[in-house]
T-cell receptor
Framework: DTGVSQDPRHKITKRGQNVTFRCDPI?????LYWYRQTLGQGPEFLTY????????KSRLLSDRFSAERPKGSFSTLEIQRTEQGDSAMYLC?????????????FGPGTRLTVL | GIQVEQSPPDLILQEGANSTLRCNFS?????LQWFHQNPWGQLINLFY???GTKQNGRLSATTVATERYSLLYISSSQTTDSGVYFC???????????FGEGTQLTVNP
């Protein structure tokens, strides 16, 4: 069990550019989550998948954000036309969802800086 | 949505002291987790504890679901315990975690 991995770990981009992040969950986990954390705050939920189906999206996820999990394994989060307010740590988590809640395990995060 | 409040927001201890962190939540939950966030931003799982009591070394946690609170106990604190501790919950109707604002713990030698 290698844990949740994320790539890249750091990304610096200029305002207006598109960026894409990747998350590889723990292999047997069927749920995958994306969260965003800004400085001094707790993480905030963005979206989650069960297998390849996107089941819930937060209102924080504007039209510029899109997430996919095409084969129910890894996931990508794309931000189009980045803004300075998008600068944050983007965290991915996965869980094995049985009856009721399942423990979520987090990756190391991708730190995005928009100049 | 569900509200999560953590207290205290900041805590400064001398090495060897004991401490209690509190998490209050506003609705029924099917998931409650405690995390320690290290200086590089990694969230380390401490406990998955929607109800009951668990212990792991110097750490223990208790969740009283009927009264909507959870406590994290740290005994004989060490400097490596420093960092931010988060409580996060998921409502019984959902799966997303809602995090509290965290407790910033500083343990001085």
């Amino acid at each position: 069990d290698t844990g949740v991995s994320q790539d890249p770990r750091h990304k610096i981009t200029k305002r207006g550019q598109n960026v894409t992040f990747r998350c590889d969950p723990i292999s047997e986990h069927n749920r995958l989550y994306w969260y965003r954390q800004t400085l001094g705050q707790g993480p905030e939920f963005l979206t989650y998948f069960q297998n390849e189906a996107q089941l819930e999206k937060s209102r924080l996820l504007s039209d510029r954000f899109s997430a996919e999990r095409p084969k129910g394994s890894f996931s990508t989060l794309e931000i189009q036309r980045t803004e300075q307010g998008d600068s944050a740590m983007y965290l991915c988590a996965s869980s094995l969802e049985l009856a009721g809640g399942g423990e979520q395990f987090f990756g190391p995060g991708t730190r995005l800086t928009v100049l | 949505g569900i509200q999560v409040e953590q207290s205290p927001p900041d805590l400064i201890l001398q090495e060897g002291a004991n401490s209690t962190l509190r998490c209050n939540f506003s609705d029924s939950v099917n998931n409650l987790q405690w995390f320690h966030q290290n200086p590089w931003g990694q969230l380390i799982n401490l406990f998955y504890i929607p109800s009951g009591t668990k212990q792991n070394g110097r750490l223990s946690a208790t969740t009283v679901a009927t009264e909507r609170y959870s406590l994290l106990y740290i005994s004989s604190s060490q400097t490596t315990d420093s960092g931010v501790y988060f409580c996060a919950v998921a409502e019984t109707s959902g799966s997303r975690l809602t995090f509290g604002e965290g407790t910033q713990l500083t343990v001085n030698p």
